[in-house]
């Protein structure tokens, strides 16, 4: 029990800095961009989703946190949104690196989620029409006193945040205390097909540790690689759960989850049939 309250520890502390820093830019955005520069923001965001699966790949998943807040307050797209949940490599990438993975390989990985995330992004964009929002407010929800402090103001939020992370990744860490390794691995050994399914489905629980279990049973050689992908597109970290508590739209956030899941699943498939 101790070390899962240190492992909980663990993982609100690596999300401060990035939680803090995004609701600090949101608060710059709002209080001191001009027009002019929202308007640059707004005419860029054709490319978000080229821009945000690049960025997803970066070997952490603190950046699918700042995204979530950032398609909150509609300062990108969802399709933009996507590409990132989709590339997001979270803890893959040190696990790969410690086990000493050839170069090649890892490339391989990530540059498939980049470029699933990518395309991905692009499809939704463009069927709905998705765009920026230019009037944008953070602090209508939280109450929060924002026009005193800037500072005072994303501290708050980012407390709040905390919080809510804090006791979802607890009870998330204590779940997986209590089922071993070697269950989850009877779930893949059936077939492909199988894993196809229920790899999204582990890559989609809101905690660094669901990347770390897919990475480690694709390196003890329980999935295809096909099968790993399609987990790993899901796995955003907690990026999910930031977007249920700050996203009132419970039915977008549904329907988010559902296209991440089904991209998933897809791409687990085609992966495995083609033999990648």
Do not use: W
Request: hydrophobic share 50%; aromatic share 8%; with cysteine.
């Amino acid at each position: 029990m101790i070390d899962v309250l240190l492992d909980t520890l663990l993982d609100i502390v690596k999300l401060l800095p990035f939680l803090f820093i995004s609701f600090l830019i949101l608060e710059l955005l709002e209080h001191k961009l001009s027009t002019k520069s929202k308007r640059v923001i707004t005419s860029s965001g054709k490319f978000g989703p080229l821009i945000g699966a690049l960025l997803g790949g970066i070997p952490q998943c603190g950046f699918s946190v700042v995204a979530t807040n950032f398609y909150v307050t509609r300062v990108i797209t969802l399709g933009t949104l996507i590409a990132i949940y989709l590339s997001t490599s979270d803890e893959m990438l040190p696990i790969l690196l410690a086990n000493q993975v050839s170069i090649i390989e890892i490339v391989k990985i990530v540059g498939l989620k980049v470029v699933i995330g990518m395309v991905v992004g692009f499809i939704i964009d463009f069927i709905t029409h998705s765009t920026i929002k230019e009037d944008f407010n953070i602090c209508e929800d939280d109450h929060c006193d924002c026009n005193h402090s800037l500072i005072k103001s994303a501290i708050i939020h980012t407390l709040k945040t905390l919080l809510f992370i804090g006791i979802a990744t607890f009870i998330l860490n204590i779940t997986f205390y209590f089922i071993s390794e070697d269950s989850i691995k009877k779930l893949f050994l059936s077939n492909y097909v199988i894993g196809s399914f229920l790899s999204p489905l582990l890559g989609l629980i809101p905690n660094c540790a669901a990347s770390v279990i897919l990475t480690e049973l694709y390196l003890n050689g329980v999935l295809t690689l096909g099968t790993t992908i399609g987990g790993l597109l899901t796995g955003s970290g907690v990026a999910i759960l930031i977007l249920f508590k700050n996203n009132k739209n419970v039915k977008e956030n549904l329907k988010i989850v559902g296209i991440i899941y089904a991209i998933g699943v897809i791409s687990g498939l085609i992966l495995n049939i083609i033999g990648i």
